[in-house]
Structure formats: structure tokens, C-alpha cells
């Protein structure tokens, strides 16, 4: 009998510790389920960001375009004789000069004597030309008498002198101007006023004739000639307005002429640009590639800070608080268009409302949690936290 009491009790034993193992067992995924829950909803976040919806402004139209600065019109000052000596320079790369100032003289010494030689040969045709005049008018004289003291044929004879020593004499007369002109293109002066570009006249030197000696920028005027696009060409036109940024300042000028014919080397069409005189700074200088804008209109522009844009993969991307959920962002690929100043435009149906986050997106992924302040909390922070500083330096 106490045997048998004794089993009764370790089965009973064995049943309760099997029932209390099971419902063990079940309770367990449920506390780990509740366990998760509650750590996700508990889960740190990412990244403390500010969010604000884009901007909308009126944005100039522009067309972006590359190209040489070069001269306006380019001066070239040779000699126009030969065999000549350089005695005098009076400029160099750099001067600035006037119209009709002296650039180089050359010698002249010999050309002083050929004048002379040919001043005497002028006089020497002059008396002839005045023995030839006299003869032919006597002859006229008898002739028109009809005295027969005169052969029509002694007659035609004076003529003809005379009219040979006058061709002679108009000769003399030219090669004398010659010479005369020679003289003065001994001392060779600027055709028109500018800024030196360079020089290849060296004292003492030989010229030739036709050699350049000089080359100057007519007025020192410096154009832009742009390369632009044959698609982006429309829009551009005589008097466009121009902007080039450089590190002294922004240059302007506008567009003079547009090249009728595009390049062959690369398609795009030239554009000739006038620049401005820049107020403050040196003039600019020939020979430089620089890059600028050519204003073709205005239009609204959606905006966001540069800072929003997230660069992956080759595309642009921006983050943006989920509507269902505030605490938690999105990954939105966007398209960007017109840059100002540290701004960027979002092109196609980017939703105008969304509150974009403002910077820190290389951190975030798609589904991050963020803590949100908005811009104005941010800049409130910003502006009090000087003053927090100085009170506690004043308390100290």
C-alpha cells in the first residue's frame, strides 16, 4: 500500500513539472516578442537633423559656357622699308600708347642722300624742261607765222623735246616723293591707340620689309569669345547680358556678335562678348580660358540648400520626413537644375510641401530615425548661444 501511494505521488509530480515546462515554454516568445516591441520603439536615433520645405524665387535663365579671352582687334605695326637699322625703341610689351606715337625710328642716312641725289636730278630736268619749252615756243612763233623760215618737221621735233623733258622732269619729281616718303616711314609711328601685346623689334637690327615689330590691343578693349552649344544658341542674342566670376570680382559685358558658322572641331558656335571696364582691379588679360553665364531670362525656381543634396551612385538625392511617420526619414531621388550661391534648384514635381532635411544627409539611410528640429529653432539656438556664453563668462 505505501508503495503504491509513493508512485501515485511521483507521477503527480512528474505531471506538474511537465505542465509547468510547457507553459514556460509558450510564455517565452511572447516576452520575446514584447521585448523587441519595446526595444524598436525604443530604438536611438540616427541623427539630430533641421528640415524646411524648398524655396521658390525668381532665378535668372542662364546658358553656361567656356572660351578664350582675346583681343578686340589686334594691331600689327611693321616697317615698311628694308635694309634699314633700328637707332630707336620708345616701347615695350605692357605701354600703353596713342595714336600717332613713335614706336621705332630707323636709320635714315642714306636715305637723306638719295633725297639729295634726287633733289639735283629734279633740277637738272627743270632746266632742260625749261631750254625744251623755250625752243618749242619759238618754233611756235615762226610756225604761226608762216614765214617758211621753219620745216614742219624741225617744228614737230621741238615739240617732242619739250614733251620728253617734261615727262622727265614729272619723273624725277616722283622718284624724289618717293624717297621723301621713304624718309618718313624711317620713323614709324602707332596707328592707333592701345596696350602693347607684344614686341619683336630689337635695336640694332636689320629689318625687312613687312617685318613685324610690334603688335598692340587696339584701345586695350578684351572680349570673351564663349563656345556655346548649337542647342542652347536660340536664346542668345545681340546685347544678352553676360556675368563671369572671377576671384577679383564679377566682370560683365554683353554679347556684340554671334559667329555665323559653327566650329568643326567641336560643333559649338563662337560668341563674341564686349567686357566691361572692371571698376576696381587690373584689366583683363588676353589668352585666359574662363567660364561665365550668359543671362537669357527669369523664371521661378524651387530651391534647396547644396548641403540637402546627397550625391550616390552618380544621382542626386534628398532626404525628407516620412508624412506617416515624423520621426523617421525618406530617400528621394531628384533631378537639380540653376545653382546660386549655396543653393540648388530641384527640377520636375518635387512636392514644394516636404520637409526636406537641410544638411547631414551622407549619415541617413532610407528608414533612418532622426530627432527633427525645424531652421527656425536652429537659428534661434545659433543666435543665443553667444550670448549664453558671455553670461556665463560675466557670472564667472
Known amino acids: 500500500m505505501k508503495k503504491f501511494l509513493l508512485f501515485i505521488l511521483l507521477i503527480a509530480a512528474a505531471a506538474a513539472a511537465y505542465l509547468f515546462y510547457t507553459r514556460s515554454q509558450a510564455a517565452a516568445p511572447a516576452e520575446e516578442a514584447q521585448a523587441s516591441t519595446a526595444e524598436q520603439s525604443s530604438a536611438p536615433s540616427a541623427l539630430t537633423v533641421t528640415v524646411a520645405a524648398p524655396q521658390t524665387d525668381i532665378w535668372p535663365e542662364e546658358v553656361e559656357a567656356s572660351g578664350w579671352t582675346a583681343a578686340w582687334q589686334e594691331v600689327v605695326i611693321s616697317s615698311e622699308l628694308g635694309n634699314q637699322r633700328i637707332e630707336t625703341l620708345t616701347a615695350d610689351v605692357g605701354d600703353t600708347v596713342k595714336q600717332g606715337d613713335l614706336l621705332v625710328e630707323l636709320s635714315h642716312a642714306s636715305l637723306e642722300n638719295d633725297i639729295a641725289e634726287l633733289e639735283a636730278s629734279v633740277e637738272s630736268a627743270q632746266a632742260e624742261l625749261d631750254l625744251a619749252t623755250a625752243d618749242a615756243d619759238r618754233a611756235r612763233q615762226l610756225d604761226g607765222a608762216g614765214s617758211g623760215a621753219l620745216s614742219k618737221q624741225e617744228a614737230a621735233e ?8 617734261r615727262a622727265e622732269l614729272a ?8 624717297s621723301q616718303l621713304d624718309l618718313e616711314h624711317a620713323r614709324i609711328n602707332a596707328a592707333y591707340g592701345g596696350v602693347i601685346s607684344s614686341r619683336e623689334a630689337v635695336m640694332g637690327d636689320v629689318v625687312s620689309e613687312g617685318e613685324e615689330l610690334y603688335r598692340l590691343i587696339r584701345d586695350n578693349r578684351i572680349e570673351w569669345q564663349a563656345e556655346v552649344p548649337l542647342r542652347q544658341l536660340l536664346p542668345i542674342k545681340v546685347g544678352t547680358p553676360v556675368s ?3 576671384p577679383l570680382g564679377e566682370v560683365t559685358g554683353e554679347v556684340r556678335r554671334i559667329a555665323p558658322a559653327a566650329s568643326e572641331e567641336n560643333g559649338r558656335v563662337k560668341v563674341y562678348v564686349s567686357l566691361n571696364e572692371p571698376e576696381d582691379g587690373p584689366d ?4 585666359i580660358m574662363i567660364s561665365g553665364s550668359l543671362v537669357t531670362g527669369e523664371s521661378d525656381a524651387l530651391h534647396v540648400p547644396s548641403s540637402a543634396i546627397v550625391l550616390l551612385d552618380g544621382f542626386s538625392y534628398v ?3 516620412d508624412p506617416e511617420d515624423q520621426t523617421k526619414v525618406r530617400r528621394e531621388r531628384v533631378e537639380t537644375g540653376r545653382r546660386r550661391d549655396d543653393r540648388i534648384e530641384l527640377l520636375g514635381d518635387f512636392d ?6 537641410q544638411a547631414g544627409g551622407s549619415f541617413l539611410s532610407d528608414g533612418s530615425t532622426v530627432t527633427v528640429t525645424d531652421v527656425a529653432e536652429d537659428a534661434a539656438e545659433q543666435a543665443s548661444a ?6 556665463e ?3 564667472q
Open 158 to 165: 621741238y615739240y617732242a623735246t619739250e614733251r620728253k623733258s
Open 171 to 178: 619723273s624725277a619729281q616722283a622718284q624724289l616723293a618717293s
Open 244 to 246: 563671369i566670376p572671377s
Open 284 to 287: 583683363p588679360k588676353t589668352g
Open 319 to 321: 532626404f525628407v520626413l
Open 352 to 357: 514644394a510641401n516636404a520637409q526636406v532635411v
Open 386 to 391: 553667444p550670448n549664453n556664453a558671455s553670461g
Open 393 to 395: 563668462e560675466a557670472g
